[in-house]
Nanobody, 128 residues
Framework: QVQLVESGGGLVQAGGSLRLSCAASGRTFSNYTMGWFRQAPGKEREFVAAIRRSDETTYYGNSVKGRFTIPSDNAKNAVYLQMNSLKAEDTAVYYC?????????????????????WGQGTQVTVSS
């Protein structure tokens, strides 16, 4: 059974940076996709970023494009979310997720229902 463990959340000032980590464990797998979503109070879960491991293609939500990146470490089955130029509206609980089977349409990666396993979430608070 796959488990995801997130870390790295916290409080940061607007304009600052933060790096989240997500480590996957429980089985060996390939051709998977790892993604990050976030959810602010009273709002729906929002796609942030994803990386498809088969070809290392990355995807970003419009609100974070140019500010966030999703580096990864194959050897550790880990993915990160590097967040720069943070804004108050980035405040949310950030979730790591994994899709265990191949996804051939990139559009599906923006949908939370595409993903099979979720982490517990980590709070990011950006003070203005």
């Amino acid at each position: 059974q796959v488990q995801l463990v997130e870390s790295g959340g916290g409080l940061v000032q607007a304009g600052g940076s933060l790096r989240l980590s997500c480590a996957a464990s429980g089985r060996t797998f390939s051709n998977y996709t790892m993604g990050w979503f976030r959810q602010a109070p009273g709002k729906e879960r929002e796609f942030v970023a994803a990386i498809r491991r088969s070809d290392e293609t990355t995807y970003y939500g419009n609100s974070v494009k140019g500010r966030f990146t999703i580096p990864s470490d194959n050897a550790k089955n880990a993915v990160y979310l590097q967040m720069n130029s943070l804004k108050a509206e980035d405040t949310a609980v950030y979730y790591c997720a994994v899709r265990l089977s191949p996804v051939y349409s990139g559009a599906l990666l923006y949908n939370a229902r595409t993903y099979d396993v979720w982490g517990q979430g980590t709070q990011v608070t950006v003070s203005s």
